[in-house]
T-cell receptor, first 116, second 116 residues
Framework: EAGVTQFPSHSVIEKGQTVTLRCDPISGHDNLYWYRRVMGKEIKFLLHFVKESKQDESGMPNNRFLAERTGGTYSTLKVQPAELEDSGVYFC??????????????FGEGSWLTVV | KQEVTQIPAALSVPEGENLVLNCSFTDSAIYNLQWFRQDPGKGLTSLLLIQSSQREQTSGRLNASLDKSSGRSTLYIAASQPGDSATYLCAVSPYPATDSWGKLQFGAGTQVVVTP
């Protein structure tokens, strides 16, 4: 079974440009999460999809960030326009949705974004 | 507001010694607590998950305890090996957790080096 895959693994863009990060969750996982870790800080929650619906987007930093999950499969996170403080690692995670609180959450290897 | 703290930030031990990693959280109203491992440039791997009603979980050489009332969890790694070198993160899930148990709040992590 394939794990959570993220693309690109690394990206360097100039301030003001647009970047789109993609996440493919594990097949059958309805829950999909985005997290990020900026330099020197803890990993922070960004948002949570249940299938194609945004369950919780309270962690999205501002309106320059747009997440979508059309069809409830893969998800994209677009940053437009990118700012220097957006540099960091963006993690995607997925899990099953069975009503149990004990399900394991699986993380991807992250998309490392550098804005110069 | 929940705050998760991990002490120490870094730890170096000789091979064979036991490792003790600490995690504290300010709000005891948690649904569960997880310990993750992160290798350099890689994603997060879930090690142990402790439900709020549990006191400890064990997996091989790993043992994690949870004292919800005092807001503490400890991860013990017995007979450390060089392959245990990684960053260890703890994360708590909020309560109530209907569909939100994957909204994790992370500590900053403890970077562990086990020397041969």
């Amino acid at each position: 079974e394939a794990g959570v895959t993220q693309f690109p693994s690394h990206s360097v863009i100039e301030k003001g440009q647009t970047v789109t990060l993609r996440c493919d969750p594990i097949s059958g996982h309805d829950n999909l999460y985005w997290y990020r870790r900026v330099m020197g800080k803890e990993i922070k929650f960004l948002l949570h999809f249940v299938k194609e619906s945004k369950q919780d987007e309270s962690g999205m930093p501002n309106n320059r960030f747009l997440a979508e999950r059309t069809g409830g499969t893969y998800s994209t996170l677009k940053v437009q326009p990118a700012e220097l403080e957006d540099s960091g690692v963006y993690f995607c995670a997925s899990s099953r949705r069975t009503g149990s609180s004990g399900n394991t959450i699986y993380f991807g290897e992250g998309s490392w974004l550098t804005v110069v | 507001k929940q705050e998760v703290t991990q002490i120490p930030a870094a730890l170096s031990v000789p091979e064979g010694e036991n490792l003790v990693l600490n995690c504290s959280f300010t709000d005891s109203a948690i649904y569960n607590l997880q310990w993750f491992r992160q290798d350099p440039g890689k994603g997060l791997t879930s090690l142990l998950l402790i439900q709020s009603s549990q006191r400890e979980q064990t997996s091989g050489r790993l043992n994690a305890s949870l004292d919800k009332s005092s807001g503490r969890s400890t991860l013990y790694i017995a007979a450390s090996q060089p392959g245990d070198s990684a960053t260890y993160l703890c994360a708590v899930s909020p309560y109530p957790a209907t569909d939100s148990w994957g909204k994790l709040q992370f500590g900053a992590g403890t970077q562990v080096v086990v020397t041969p």
